[in-house]
């Protein structure tokens, strides 16, 4: 949780503020909806460095993909070299139902390795994805503590509503008081710069 006075991130169980000394608020308190614990301390996580670590994020899921393609393929879901022997050959005729069911498991497979991924780290000590801890952002519920593996995951299904109406969930973070996507609206969640 962030303090109230100085705004540094302390531990859910800390009476005391680690850097100034100050009380900090109990656990169990409810704060009202849509408030945080030190609201002129908290720096929000903007759009562009929100991207950044999304493109580090994609990164390292495009690196996993491949070593899923790989192992699908050496499963002999696929084997490429005969398809592309094939193609060459007499592209009229080739099978591409093979390759559309590798595409299909891999997508499948993948739509749940991003989604434990995401929910996993967000919900650790951590707070954060690879790419979030580059940049040096968590993911906080609005009292700046770290959010439970439902919300997290909650929360990553909610991209999915965020990217089918053209990104716009997406697109609210830089214009939204407190740099929320429309996700992060829906699962009561900040991203801000960790202290």
């Known amino acids: 949780m962030y303090c109230q006075k100085c705004g540094a991130q302390n531990d859910d169980q800390a009476a005391f503020c680690d850097r100034c000394g100050a009380a900090l608020p109990k656990v169990g308190a409810t704060p009202a909806a849509g408030t945080v614990a030190a609201a002129g301390a908290v720096q929000y996580a903007g759009f562009w460095r929100r991207l950044a670590a999304a493109i580090i994020d994609g990164l390292i899921m495009g690196a996993v993909q491949s070593v899923l393609q790989v192992i699908l393929t050496s499963a002999g879901v696929i084997n490429l070299d005969k398809f592309m022997e094939d193609l060459e050959a007499n592209p009229d005729t080739v099978d591409l139902g093979p390759l559309m069911a590798m595409f299909w498991i891999l997508g499948v497979v993948m739509f749940f390795v991003q989604l434990l991924y995401f929910a996993i780290m967000e919900s650790s000590s951590k707070q954060a994805t690879l790419g979030k801890m580059v940049l040096g952002i968590v993911v906080t519920d609005y009292e700046g503590r770290r959010i439970s593996f439902g919300r997290a995951l909650g929360r990553n299904l909610g991209k999915i509503i965020s ?19 429309l996700h992060d609206m829906m699962a009561s969640t900040l991203v801000v710069v960790k202290r």
């Not at 990217?163 to 996507?181: D, N, V």
């Open 163 to 181: 990217q089918i109406i053209l990104f716009i969930g997406y697109f609210m973070i830089a214009f939204t008081q407190k740099k929320q996507g």
